[in-house]
């Protein structure tokens, strides 16, 4: 009977797949999540925009999510690279022809779609319940959508550069209680004309760049409800709202309190 049990003991052992030690992240909302699934440690390459949390910047870096340094990665010798399956397609198919394992993850696009992508990684880390734990985390700071939700311009850049339907900053700004002013356009990052935005009239702003100085000063932006209600936005943190990882959701909750007047 033992000698059976560690037969068992041993087949089980060899199906169970590897568990990556070698992690390269092409995403900087990727490398959040592995270090939240407490697998920091393993990260052996970044981008040069994973500044967070503060190690992250003291990991060898690998060029940016759109060309991503094929070289540098290679020569990492990661057992598993993500990657976004929207950017960097030449170079993650340079790296799959090189025998590096590539695990490109789909654009989020609601803010539910990061509970996937926590998902995915945790799985390929061999860290399940790690991933399972940290998804129940983050789906428990989402209250309810309010039944009065203030039209939003959300600017992510100066110039008018703004996001649309396809954007998950667009249900971002729907879990905190404000509906997008370009929802329904099919789009994700565009650049949107002024006499547009005056023409919507957002109750509400939301600057991730700029200040609500320079918008004030923008031709009829004192026209606007959004600048008579006094509700131009610039307290959020700029990395943490616009990217699609764990941080994203304590800021919703604090854009929930600023368009709302919660305390």
Known sequence: ??????????????????????????????????FELGAGKDLVGVTNFCDYPPAAAKIEKAGDYLRPNVEKVYSLKPDVVFAGDW??????????????????LPQERKVSDIFSTIRLIAAELGRKAEGEKLVHKLSARLGPVPEKPLKVYLEEDTGGWTTGGESFLSDAVLHAGGVNIFA????????????????????????????????????????????????????LDRDAFSRPGPRLFAEIARLEKLLHGKK
Do not use: D, H
């Open 184 to 235: 329904k356009e099919e789009k994700g990052y565009f650049q949107a004309a002024w006499e547009e935005v005056l023409l919507r009239g957002p109750e509400a702003v939301i600057l991730l760049s700029g200040t609500g100085k320079e918008f004030i000063s923008r031709p009829m932006a004192g026209s606007l409800p959004a600048v008579k209600n006094g509700l131009i936005i610039t307290a």
């Open 1 to 34: 009977m033992k000698t059976f049990i560690s037969l068992l003991a041993l087949c089980l052992c060899a199906a169970a797949p590897a568990r990556a030690e070698r992690v390269v992240s092409l995403m900087p909302s990727y490398t959040e999540i592995i």
């Open 87 to 104: 950017a960097g397609a030449s170079s993650t198919k340079q790296l799959a022809l090189l025998g590096v394992k590539v695990v490109s």
